[in-house]
């Protein structure tokens, strides 16, 4: 049967072992993110012989001083994980369990969670999002063939610029916070220091890395972090400068990680976007499109407007 479990009562790492195991899986769900991105969440978990079976991670947050269920930030997506041993499919047996005094709920599903979800008897207002993911599968030849900005990767090849490693969070900060981060003021010294940690949390687990693209005189134009996984690389964060933007700096950043991992298992994350312009950017790489839905109950999402907002061509 459903539990719904608050935090201190979740077996951690039967938690892992169900997100590791389900057909689901993605690095959000993983506890140890959600412990570094949630000052707390609770579940709903289905548990069979002292196992579980399927998890739906519930995370808090505060808006106006109400205690609800928000998306945290630098966490795409969330939603129901479950292995094959699960009976319960359908996402609103989860949804029932969450306790009526959390008024305010915003949440992402993960994109294999947009079946039968419905408005009875959980009143939440549905949205679809698009993501956009790239198979790294084929060599890279093929995937430059398919590549609709090509005039950008061959112009930014004529720059004098090149991609490097990046050893510190704090330049694609300071990136970021002198270009769209003046424009998004709702974004706080918090998040950046949330960032900061998030950085640490998966450099200590060889699950991070930075890059960054320099001019003639060593300057970082252009900075990017990344998320490896080992069937996945999450594009979860980028800066320009306006040199870099002018010189096209990220479509080199990002061909670099593409003809890197060309010919692997992995799938490039673009992490979408609902901006027109911001998806176009990720399509020109052959990225396609990929549906995953928002659930909304009393307020809109705020606080997810900085993602909307970046704009990395």
């Known amino acids: ?51 579980y079976v399927s998890v739906f991670p519930l995370p808090l947050g505060r808006r106006h001083g109400q205690l609800g269920i928000l ?25 029932q369990l969450i306790p009526a005094k959390y008024k305010s709920v915003y949440l992402q599903l993960n994109s294999s969670n947009t079946e039968g979800i419905n408005q009875h008897p959980v009143p939440l207002k549905v949205a679809a999002r698009t993501n956009y993911l790239l198979s790294l599968a084929p ?26 490693p990046l050893s510190t969070i704090h330049t694609l900060i300071n990136l970021f916070r002198s270009t769209k981060g003046k424009e998004l003021t709702e974004i706080k010294s918090q998040h950046y220091k949330l960032l900061e940690r998030l950085y640490e949390v998966l450099k200590e687990r060889k699950q991070a890395e930075l890059w960054q693209v320099v001019n003639a005189a060593g300057e970082a134009i252009a900075a990017a972090f990344f998320i490896l996984e080992p069937g996945r690389i999450i594009f979860l964060l980028s800066g320009a400068s306006e040199e870099g933007r ?38 020109n790489f052959g990225a396609g499109p990929v549906t995953y839905l928002s659930l909304t109950r009393q307020h809109t999402p705020w606080y997810l407007i900085w993602k909307e907002a970046i704009s990395t061509s």
């Open 71 to 95: 998306q945290p930030y630098f966490t795409q997506q969330l939603g129901l994980f479950s292995t094959p041993q699960s009976k319960y499919k359908s996402i609103n047996d989860y949804l």
């Open 139 to 164: 060599p890279y030849e093929e995937l430059l063939k398919n590549y609709r900005n090509r005039h950008k990767l061959n112009k930014a090849k004529r720059q004098s610029i090149k991609v490097a």
């Open 246 to 283: 002018r010189t096209a700096a990220m479509t080199l950043l990002l061909d670099s990680m593409i003809q890197r991992f060309a010919g692997s298992n992995r799938i490039l994350d673009f992490e979408g976007s609902m901006v027109p312009s911001v998806g176009k950017f990720y399509a």
């Open 1 to 51: 049967m459903l539990r719904y479990l608050p935090h201190h009562e979740i077996n951690e790492k039967s938690w892992n072992d169900c997100v590791e195991a389900s057909a689901e899986r993605i690095v959000y769900a993983f506890s140890w993110y959600l412990n570094t991105v949630c000052k707390r969440w609770d579940a709903v978990v289905e548990e069979k012989d002292g196992k």
